[in-house]
């Protein structure tokens, strides 16, 4: 049974750069997609971007010039940075194992909130 | 982007109700479409993938249809614990895109 767990810093100031990391116990490492997504308060599922174990990413286009999603693998943990934030990116932010094939999500974790305040 | 559009974006509806919530890609995405349930201050959990097949430990009583651009979720008979909200997710393409979500309500 796989279990992801994930922390980082829970407030921010504006155009101050988030950092989560998520740690995976249980369950190969290299058959998925590890991915992140957020979701602000009151609010739908965002899509931030996806790694393999081989560290080849892709990230949302909104996004993506504030964003890199890191891996490693010696210690089934990726991570997440997103730099300039703005009050906008205030949510809860998910990190997520997607299945190869239909690539949805099997398991997440347990989500970190973030708020962007001065 | 592909573009996912939900309808409707709520509905109240009571126990033992069929219900039905409609998902629309803006452009065909095979049955590359996913479902998931989100209850409050709760992680979602995939219902549905690859449009019509049942995620392991669902009842039976949620049920996927559809193909390229429109999208079903069906509730046969909504049990008190159903009431959530919903969200479609195409993986034809990246960016991942979500629908907007609906929210089931109780009459």
């Known amino acids: 049974q796989v279990q992801l767990q994930q922390w980082g810093a829970g407030l921010l100031k504006p155009s101050e750069t988030l950092s989560l990391t998520c740690a995976v116990y249980?369950?190969?490492?290299?058959?998925?997609?590890w991915n992140w997504i957020r979701q602000p308060p009151g609010k739908g599922l965002e899509w931030i971007g996806e790694?393999?174990?081989?560290?080849?990413?892709t990230y949302n286009p909104s996004l993506e010039s504030r964003v890199t999603i890191s891996i490693d693998t010696s210690k089934n943990q990726f991570s997440l940075r997103l730099s300039s934030v703005t009050a906008a990116d205030t949510a809860v932010y998910y990190c997520?194992?997607?299945?190869?094939?239909?690539?949805?999500?099997?398991?997440w974790g347990q989500g970190t909130l973030v708020t962007v305040s001065s | 982007d592909i573009q996912m559009i939900q309808s409707p974006s709520s509905l109240s509806a009571s126990v033992g109700d069929r219900v039905t919530i409609t998902c629309r890609a803006s452009?065909?995405?095979?049955?590359?479409l996913n479902w998931y349930q989100q209850k409050p201050g709760k992680v979602p959990k995939v219902l549905i993938y690859?449009?019509?097949s049942l995620q392991g430990g669902v009842p039976s009583r949620f049920s996927g249809s559809g193909s390229g651009t429109d999208f079903t979720l069906t509730i046969s008979s909504l049990q008190p614990e159903d009431f959530a909200t919903y969200y479609c997710?195409?993986?034809?393409?990246?960016?991942?895109?979500f629908g907007q979500g609906t929210k089931v309500e109780i009459k």
């Open positions: 452009q065909s995405i095979s049955n590359y």
């Open positions: 249980g369950g190969s490492f290299t058959t998925y997609y």
């Open positions: 997710q195409q993986s034809y393409d990246t960016p991942r895109t």
């Open positions: 690859g449009a019509s």
């Open positions: 790694i393999n174990h081989s560290g080849s990413t």
């Open positions: 997520a194992r997607m299945a190869r094939g239909w690539t949805y999500v099997n398991s």
